[in-house]
């Protein structure tokens, strides 16, 4: 897949258990895991999120799979720059 598609991302992401990730992560989080020592990234992202969808934007999410996802996901942070990931 050409990284022209990336190029609009608002975060990138990744996870070694898509299922376990989204289920246990940006699926189900609790006021607790919000703060110190919680998923504070999962927080903030479902918020920027929900702030998104409801200004009206279109969401989307994508998936790829990769033997090596943590080069891919730093070579995309790198070369796309999405806002919504912090530096």
């Not at 289920?23 to 020592?37: M, V």
């Not at 996802?69 to 070579?75: A, D, F, I, N, Q």
Request: aromatic fraction near 10%; proline fraction near 3%; hydrophobic fraction near 30%.
């Amino acid at each position: 897949m050409s990284l022209q598609v990336y190029e609009n991302a608002a975060y990138v992401g990744e996870t070694e258990n898509l299922t376990v990730r989204y289920n246990n992560g940006y699926g189900r989080i609790s006021p607790r895991n919000c703060f110190q020592g919680g998923q504070s990234a999962n927080c903030r992202v479902n918020n920027l999120i929900l702030d998104a969808a409801k200004n009206g934007h279109r969401i989307e999410l994508w998936f790829t799979e990769s033997s090596d996802r943590k080069t891919l996901e730093e070579r995309l942070i790198a070369r796309i720059r999405p806002p919504w990931n912090r530096k």
